[in-house]
């Protein structure tokens, strides 16, 4: 099994330690195995995409002017 715990800041409504957070917690336990297929797909070339994440937006934690 494993556990993943988030801490996650809603913004605009915070500031460093002071605001709206919230605590997920998550439990993941192995349950069985099915089986599988081995056959094998033919991949198109012109719809292979990249996997790569994309940068997220840059956000201020305060509040200003321009924002």
Do not use: M, W
Not at 12 to 18: K, T
Not at 22 to 43: H, N, P
Not at 50 to 66: I, M, N, R, Y
Request: net charge negative.
């Amino acid at each position: 099994s494993a556990s993943c715990t988030e801490t996650h800041v809603y913004l605009p409504f915070s500031h460093l330690d002071n605001g709206i957070s919230s605590v997920v917690t998550q439990e993941l336990s192995f349950q069985g195995v099915k089986r599988i297929s081995t056959r094998t797909f033919d991949a198109e070339r012109l719809q292979a995409k990249p996997l790569h994440f994309q940068d997220p937006e840059d956000k201020s934690p305060v509040q200003t002017k321009e924002a």
